[in-house]
């Protein structure tokens, strides 16, 4: 059975940093594209980064430039890296992909404190 269980979420500081994972379990990550989402309070899920099995990368203009994403296939793990946080960057963070069907994580929560 899949599964995808994301940690690392916590309270940052506007500015700061921060460094979700999202580690697989179940199959093997390599050559699956994997996306990150957010939820903000309220409102409509955002995709925020795209990385496919190469390593290459996409973002949305409010993220691009600031938040990267990366893999460790050895690890079966993602990560999104959170640089010069804002404090619309709060909210719950998500990783998906799809094998057989869609696989989303349970979310880790973002804070921003300013």
């Known amino acids: 059975q899949v599964q995808l269980v994301e940690s690392g979420g916590g309270s940052v500081q506007a500015s700061g940093s921060l460094t979700l994972s999202c580690t697989v379990s179940?199959?093997?990550?390599?050559?699956?594209?994997f996306y990150w989402h957010r939820q903000a309070p309220e409102s409509a899920l955002e995709w925020v980064a795209t990385?496919?099995?190469?390593?290459?990368?996409h973002y949305p203009d409010s993220v691009r430039g600031r938040f990267t994403a990366s893999r460790d296939d050895a690890k079966n793990t993602v990560f999104l890296h959170l640089e010069n946080v804002k404090p619309e960057d709060a909210g719950v963070y998500f990783c998906?992909?799809?094998?057989?069907?869609?696989?989303w994580g349970q979310g880790t929560q973002v804070t921003v404190s300013s």
């Open positions: 998906q992909t799809t094998y057989d069907r869609d696989y």
């Open positions: 179940g199959r093997e990550i390599r050559r699956n594209s």
């Open positions: 990385i496919i099995g190469s390593g290459l990368t």
